[in-house]
């Protein structure tokens, strides 16, 4: 079993956000959940380095455009860096290897007679680099940029995506999961009842000539999305690199801006290719901020590394993954932040392990203990934490972050209400409770573990250690996380390791 999940390539026109964070923390959350599993992973992201809006943004920032792009690709790369994400390839589109790609393929849809010159008059956003219908605009104006497009005439090359209009549909409709959220799939369908125009797949050199040179015309580069959409092939070496074979087709995940780009114009692409559709498009909303969507001239762009500098990388991809149902725009703000670090982490789970650990420190010098016979309130701590992770295992890579993350907090929960319950420091006072004593410690410490392990893809630090504190260290995912998940993974003798607080509460004054 193989997995390959990319990323958007991002536009090197500005810094990077927590809206470009939230799409690679996922990403790079799903690329560790599956390697977990055991499967052969493979996790893409990078820049989009081509095209007008980029070579505008080098021309403000007085900067040649080669020098510029190179700037912000490095830029974007270290923000991932230091969010501990976890990409195999980082690709960049001015890389040789994807431009030679990409000139090769141009070479063969235009060889097969997909790609044509003609000439095409239409209504042109300068925002969005391309032409749009008078249907698609809202009043009169470009839906994304809300400003007037202008009226541009001119000869250019054609891909014939009309041609495959009834394939799509069919696509679609016959692969129900394909593209996902239901919603989505559903926005497509309806935008495909109409008839699909050509696309226009170039731009004369004379307008713009920061591209892709088409190889059978010089006098024209290739139209951004035309070059990018191929980055989730090149990267992997195609077309002779065994990766391809190995990890073809990909899991892409985007938001709701780009769906038209890889719902329309890539499937196409891919067909007139003569190769087969990706596996999957997961598509997800907003992250919107009490002034609105993020945008530098709102000036309400928050930054990544001053959001993980202030609250913790952790946290914050717990609360990218736990706050926002994917598929549904979310609100952004750091009071919600806060309010999840310190009910969640700092009450919730912080407390559970330090309790736990304190108590098998207390009563039993941090060793394991053995469990003896289950009395009806630990049979139950097992039945949950296994209907638990049966539903965790189902959810995460249904992309139901949210709803597996809740469920896992309930087993939290259980496990806060089963001490108060039990109620150790009772039974530490009576020497004939011991056997009851190390049951309950071992049944907390258990959990757990099965806590820690599920939550690696989550947060990575955090769940290690946890795995530390509970004696097991990196040995805990040794094995494929269904073996993980059985219930007496820990031994009984072994020695815990005592460790801070992993998630100090963010006090009011911080905020
Ligand atoms: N370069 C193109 C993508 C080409 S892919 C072959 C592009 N780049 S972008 O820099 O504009 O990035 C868009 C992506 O950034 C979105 O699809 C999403 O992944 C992420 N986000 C940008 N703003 C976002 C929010 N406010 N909320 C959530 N995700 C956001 O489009």
Redesign the pocket.
Known sequence: MSYYIT?????VNAEP?I??A??TVVADALARFHRLLGEETRFQTGT?EHGEKVLEAAAAAGLPVKEFVDRISARFRQSWDDLDISYDNYIRTTDPAHVRVVQEILTRVHESGDIYFGEYGGLYCFGCECFYLERDLVDGLCPDHRVAPTYLKEENYFFRMSKYQDWLIDQIRTHPDWIRPERYRNEMLAFLKEPLEDLCISRPKSRMAWGIPLPFDDRYVTYVWFD??I??LSGLGYPGDKAYEKFWPAQHL??K??LK?HAIYWPTMLRSMGLSPYRRLNV????QMATG??SKSLGNVVEPQVLVARFGLDQVRYFFLREMVFGLDAHFSEAALTNRINADLANDLGNLLARSLGMAFKYRQGVVPSPGDPAPPDAEVVSAVQAMAANFLRLFPGLEFARALAGLWEFIGHLNRYIVAAAPWELAKQPEAAGRLDTVLYHLLEGLRWIAALLRPVMPRSALKMSEQLGLGLALWDHPLPQVLRWGGLTPGSRLAKGPALFPRIEAADQ
């Open positions: 990323t958007p390539i991002y536009y956000h809206g470009h939230y799409t989009d990018a959409l980055n989730y985007i938001a801006d780009i780009p997800h909303g907003y992250w969507k993020m």
